[in-house]
């Protein structure tokens, strides 16, 4: 079973949440840190949204926290690029006889669009929201939860993932691990090198 992350991994999209971020944290005359950063990065918006209300000590609810979060990003979704080569890449694997399937921290309602917009739905046989199980894809039991809602054992999967947290939890939980390169977090780069199975600058490496 090949299962994919989508924001920074098959969609280059990790750009617009950068820029959200910035927005909203000028919004409220506070910069954007490298400790804000690893707050909020690779993570569900709810606790994006608690870290954040915490962080600035905010009046808001978490959720007109994320209600601002979703106004910002608006229709981003309908027009971010894939990733290079991403779909040869996927095309291949489902010549193959390959199973495929997502499991993404991305809202669910963009990841739709993204999907939809780039017609890749019929490439996965099921998608599963890291927001709807309510945790962040970091822990060992989370990978394993995921793999036993597709069907299969940990050990039978392979990961790709631009995320250094979500790969380390991927490959103590028995998964085969590929390292997948997103500029934004390019600082990651020598730390996956070093876990996963196999890095990538891109798919066309795959090919």
Not at 47 to 53: E, S, Y
Not at 86 to 107: K, Q
Not at 118 to 137: C, M, N, S, T
Not at 192 to 198: G, I, T, V
Request: aromatic letters at 10%; a negative charge.
């Amino acid at each position: 079973m090949l299962i994919f992350d989508l924001d920074g991994t098959l969609i280059d999209s990790n750009g617009i949440w950068v820029e959200v971020d910035k927005t909203f944290l000028s919004r409220r005359n506070a910069p954007y840190t490298p400790e804000y950063y690893q707050g909020v990065a690779h993570t569900i918006l709810q606790n994006c949204a608690v870290f954040t209300k915490e962080y600035l000590h905010l009046e808001e609810s978490c959720e007109e926290i994320i209600a601002e979060w979703m106004e910002l990003a608006k229709d981003a979704y309908r027009s971010v690029p894939l990733k290079p080569y991403v779909r040869e890449y996927l095309e291949r694997c489902r010549s193959a006889g390959h199973r495929m399937a997502i499991f993404t921290a991305c809202v669910p309602e963009h990841c739709r669009t993204a999907l939809a917009c780039h017609r890749l739905e019929p490439y996965f046989e099921r998608i599963i929201y890291a927001q709807e199980l309510g945790v962040d894809k970091k822990s060992p039991e989370i990978f394993r939860k995921a793999a036993a809602l597709l069907g299969v054992r940990p050990k039978d999967c392979v990961l790709f993932d631009d995320s250094l947290s979500a790969c380390r939890g991927a490959k103590a939980a028995g998964m085969t691990v590929v390292g997948v390169q997103d500029l934004v977090f390019q600082n990651a780069e020598p730390d996956m090198r070093e876990l996963c199975d196999q890095y990538i600058t891109g798919f066309q490496e795959l090919l």
